[in-house]
Structures are given as structure tokens and as C-alpha cells.
């Protein structure tokens, strides 16, 4: 009986894998076509070309990593984890969501710190923190701010993503982190469930803070490591 609901558990986990498939896809590739779009303004310089041309490699070559990245999901490797300097990944994510954002007017701040190193799958990471910005700017109708900050407490580094949008009520906040709950008429409901599961994976919590028309902030936790011995 055990062993059976197990199973099932398992199957579960592997569709609802299955279905993330698609959706995490889908980010890298929405972030593609908006810098091909962008590139069809004959009037942007080289260097611009030459950055939208390279970010958009970068991300198609994102969505083949997660493709079979999800695809080895269920085999509990360890084989990706490394150390990961979290003012250079927040950054990095900053600059893949920046176009998306300044396209619907608005606007997203970075605060670092010292450096802060944490223990995980780098492409899963950015998975999670895109999916949450991302959320953010699609909360944001006409414009607004995203504030992304990063500081430590106790033995923890603490990221948090703050927006400016529509809020949600207290239900809607409970459903946060479940399968195929969305408000969006092309939402999928998936971008929520991978980034909490990715978060846990890596031993950390995540938290939201939010009020209907004023706006919503995600803070994760995740344990520092500490890296003074490291050369
Ligand atoms: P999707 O974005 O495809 O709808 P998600 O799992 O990413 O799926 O989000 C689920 C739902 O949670 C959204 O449809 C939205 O109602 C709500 N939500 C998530 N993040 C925010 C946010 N920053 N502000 C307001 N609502 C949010
Ligand atoms: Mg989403």
C-alpha cells in the first residue's frame, strides 16, 4: 500500500515535471523573440546589436539546459551543485529581465552587498528568480518599480523581490507554490510550484508579503556558505 502511494506520488511529481518543461521553456524563449523584435529597429547601434545578439544565445542555450536539465530532474544528482556568488547571479538575472521590464515601462533596481555565496544549480536559480520578477512585471499593468535586494541575516542571505503591482488577497497567497493556480489568461500556473521547489531543493524558504493594490514581496532565505577559507 505504501509502496503504491509512493508510485502514484511519484507519478504525480513527473507529470507535473513534465508540464514545467514546456513552461520553463517557454521563459528563454519569450526572452528571445523580444530581443529579435528589438533587433528589427535599424537604428540601434552595434554594440546593442551585439548585446541582444549574445543575450539571446545565452538564453536559447538556457532553454536546452532546462530541457534536459528537467529531464534528469527525477535522478536525485547532485552532480550540478557549486558555489554561487549571488550579487553576480542577481545580476545576471537583472540583465535578462531588463528588456522584458522596460518594454511595459518599467523599471527594476539591484541593491548588492558583499559578496554572498550560496550552494546550488546555477541554472535553477536563475529559473527561480526570473520566474518571481517575472511575476512581478506581470503584476504591473502600466508601470511600476521592482526593487531587487540581497543582505544576510544570521547564517542566511536573503533575497527579496519587491514589486509595485496589484497585490494578491490572502487566498490567493495560500495557493502561491501549488500547480496550474493562475489568474492569467495564458498563465500556466507552473512558475510559482518550480520556483518554490527549487528553493527547498536548496535547503531554503521563501516568503510573501503582499497587499492588494500596493504590491508583493517575495523574500527567500537560503543558507550562507561560508567561503573566507576558499582560495
Ligand atoms: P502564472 O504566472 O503562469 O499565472 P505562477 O505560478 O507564476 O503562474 O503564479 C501564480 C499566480 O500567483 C499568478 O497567476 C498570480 O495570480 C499570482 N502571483 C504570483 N506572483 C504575483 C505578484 N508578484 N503579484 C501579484 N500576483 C502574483
Ligand atoms: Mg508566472
Redesign the pocket.
Known sequence: MLSELKELEKLKVVSEIAASISHEVRNPLTVTKGFLQLLQDKTITDDKKDFYIRLSLNELERAEVIISDYLTFAKPSLDNVELLELNEELEYVLKIVTPYATMRNITITLSKTKQMFVAGERQKLHQCLI?LVK??I??MPDKGQITMSLHESNEQAIIAIQ?T????SED?MKR?GTPY????TT???????VAYSIIKAMRGEIEVD?KQGVG?C?TIKLPKVNCENKH
Do not use: R
Open positions: 520566474n511575476n512581478g506581470e503584476a514589486d503591482g496589484i497585490g494578491m490567493q502561491l493556480y493562475s489568474t492569467k498563465g500556466t500556473g507552473l512558475g510559482t510550484m503582499s508583493t517575495f
